[in-house]
Nanobody, 115 residues
Framework: QVYLVESGGGLVQAGGSLRLSCTATGVNFKIVPMEWYGQAPGKQRELVAR???????SYADSVKGRFTISRGNARNTVYLQMNSLKPEDTAVYYCYVFYRGRDFWGRGTQVTVSA
């Protein structure tokens, strides 16, 4: 069974930083792309950042230059470094992987940015 467990969320002032982590079990981690999604209150879940198995990255326009996704294959963990946080970054952040034909999501970690 695949499990994704996020951590690192919290309350931070605007301009601050947080580092999210997502540890995966039950997957061949080094061969799968990993993604972070954010879901703000009352809005749809949206892709924030993606990293391929070879380390290529892509980002939503709203976070380019502020967020960095990375992966540690030895620890089966993907990270999201969030800098220069804004109140509009407030959301629940979810880790996602598509593996063996199925979608898998973590339970999410709350990020709240105060003005």
């Amino acid at each position: 069974q695949v499990y994704l467990v996020e951590s690192g969320g919290g309350l931070v002032q605007a301009g601050g930083s947080l580092r999210l982590s997502c540890t995966a079990t039950g997957v061949n981690f080094k061969i799968v792309p990993m993604e972070w999604y954010g879901q703000a209150p009352g809005k749809q879940r949206e892709l924030v950042a993606r990293i391929t198995s070879t380390g290529s990255t892509s980002y939503a326009d709203s976070v380019k230059g502020r967020f960095t996704i990375s992966r540690g294959n030895a620890r089966n963990t993907v990270y999201l470094q969030m800098n220069s946080l804004k109140p509009e970054d407030t959301a629940v952040y979810y880790c996602y992987v598509f593996y063996r034909g199925r979608d898998f999501w973590g339970r999410g970690t709350q990020v709240t940015v105060s003005a």
